[in-house]
């Protein structure tokens, strides 16, 4: 029986290289996505190219009652969810001094309450098999701060502090709960910043690039998968050696 992996914002950037790499491993995929506007079809269909099943559910993250449900719709397709990813994040960058109370709470909302809510929804499916495994896409903001982004920073820095706790919590049902933190990858994430400010974050980095997803995929894969046996609680940080 296939391995099955959940990952929420997984239609398009690092969340969808994500699925890719676990599709190619044999495992069968559930994404989660937002909005509708994506070719899921497409998806869908090169998805099932590695003789995988999918199964694609709407659901934003930060509607705790929808998780129910999807936690639901889930189990009756593939009986178990063996992997959790929690990769659906959002910016919105200002400094301080310009950023309302809504830019911060909207942004905490999504990153780390949605992490919450998935997980809290999710875990226990691992719980009573007592077997699995969760990896959280943190940030590299989240471990050194940025000036322009203190509600992302916070809400990644929470998301590494609720990664330890549910690793302690969840040691003992077998469950292993990790985050990573990538540096600066090509998504439309940053697409959206000014090839200046490209080169001058660039320049930053000892390897002087950005990353692809497929190579933050990678890292999940392993997080994520039973060759992962003895690392629990943890933050990997991936980022061409930015912040070491
Ligand atoms: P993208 O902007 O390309 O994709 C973001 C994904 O999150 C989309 O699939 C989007 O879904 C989903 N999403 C956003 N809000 C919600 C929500 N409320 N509910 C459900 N899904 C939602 O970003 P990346 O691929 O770059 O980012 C993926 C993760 O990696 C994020 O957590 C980000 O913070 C983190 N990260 C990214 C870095 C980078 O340099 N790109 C660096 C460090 C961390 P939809 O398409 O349906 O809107």
């Given at each position: 029986?296939?391995?099955?992996?959940?990952?929420?914002?997984?239609?398009?950037?690092?969340?969808?290289a994500?699925?890719?790499?676990?599709?190619?491993?044999?495992?069968?995929?559930?994404?989660?996505?937002?909005?509708?506007?994506?070719?899921?079809?497409?998806?869908?269909?090169?998805?099932?190219?590695?003789?995988?099943?999918?199964?694609?559910?709407?659901?934003?993250?930060?509607?705790?009652?929808?998780?129910?449900?999807?936690?639901?719709e889930?189990?009756?397709k593939?009986?178990?969810?063996?992997?959790l990813?929690?990769?659906?994040?959002?910016?919105?960058?200002?400094?301080?001094?310009?950023?309302?109370?809504?830019?911060?709470?909207?942004?905490?909302?999504?990153?780390?309450?949605?992490?919450?809510?998935?997980?809290?929804?999710?875990?226990?499916?691992?719980?009573?098999?007592?077997?699995?495994?969760?990896?959280?896409?943190?940030?590299?903001?989240?471990?050194?701060?940025?000036?322009?982004?203190?509600?992302?920073?916070?809400?990644?820095?929470?998301?590494?502090?609720?990664?330890?706790?549910?690793?302690?919590?969840?040691?003992?049902?077998?469950?292993?709960?990790?985050?990573?933190?990538p540096?600066?990858?090509?998504?439309?994430?940053?697409?959206?910043?000014?090839?200046?400010?490209?080169?001058s974050?660039?320049?930053?980095?000892?390897?002087?690039?950005?990353?692809?997803?497929?190579?933050?995929?990678?890292?999940?894969?392993?997080?994520?998968?039973?060759?992962?046996?003895?690392?629990?609680?943890?933050?990997?940080?991936?980022?061409?050696?930015?912040?070491?």
């Open positions: 029986m296939n391995k099955v992996v959940l990952i929420t914002g997984g239609s398009r950037g690092i969340g969808k994500i699925a890719f790499e676990f599709a190619r491993k044999g495992y069968n995929i559930v994404i989660n996505y937002m909005a509708a506007d994506k070719d899921l079809e497409l998806i869908k269909k090169e998805l099932e190219e590695y003789n995988v099943e999918t199964l694609f559910v709407q659901g934003d993250v930060t509607d705790f009652k929808r998780w129910e449900e999807i936690g639901k889930v189990i009756e593939f009986g178990k969810i063996d992997v990813v929690n990769n659906a994040g959002i910016t919105k960058d200002t400094l301080i001094l310009r950023m309302s109370e809504k830019d911060f709470e909207s942004v905490v909302d999504v990153n780390l309450k949605g992490t919450f809510n998935v997980t809290k929804n999710i875990i226990p499916y691992m719980s009573k098999r007592r077997c699995g495994r969760i990896v959280n896409i943190a940030s590299i903001i989240g471990v050194v701060g940025n000036a322009g982004q203190a509600n992302y920073a916070a809400s990644k820095a929470g998301i590494i502090g609720l990664t330890k706790s549910c690793a302690r919590e969840f040691a003992a049902r077998n469950i292993l709960v990790n985050s990573i933190a540096g600066f990858i090509n998504t439309n994430m940053t697409e959206v910043l000014s090839d200046s400010v490209k080169e974050i660039n320049n930053q980095i000892p390897l002087k690039r950005q990353a692809e997803p497929s190579e933050v995929a990678k890292l999940v894969y392993f997080l994520g998968s039973e060759e992962n046996t003895y690392i629990t609680g943890e933050t990997v940080k991936i980022d061409g050696g930015m912040a070491m």
